[in-house]
């Protein structure tokens, strides 16, 4: 019989706990060091591409997955919408209007014409 704690199962309470404190740790690890942490120029330069790293793990599965729900096949408004985004963000280079443009013409494809 398994120990109950807030109508859940003790060792899974403590499993929460546990990753609530984990959690907090490593997010605090550079609050909670005397002196400023110097990380090395490289690794600098590499975080300069996370969010956009971030963004395309989220975006690309959606784009090119047929899992999305999608039952309209290739007249997808995606497919055109993807592209014209990647011209926008290679002629501009900023991703927040890159990111307004792939969904205007998504929008307006998906609302405007019925894809």
């Known amino acids: 019989m398994d120990v109950m704690w807030w109508g859940a199962p003790l060792w899974m309470a403590l499993a929460v706990l546990g990753l609530m404190g984990l959690s907090a740790v490593t997010r605090a690890f550079f609050f909670l060091t005397r002196e400023p942490i110097r990380l090395p120029t490289w690794a600098l330069q590499g975080l300069k591409y996370a969010p ?64």
């Open 52 to 115: 956009l790293a971030a963004l395309t793990a989220i975006i690309a599965p959606e784009i090119v997955l047929p899992l999305s729900g999608s039952e309209t096949g290739w007249l997808d408004p995606k497919w055109a919408a993807a592209p014209a985004a990647a011209a926008w963000a290679w002629w501009r280079k900023d991703m927040l209007s890159t990111i307004l443009v792939g969904m205007a013409v998504y929008l307006a494809l998906k609302l405007g014409v019925g894809w």
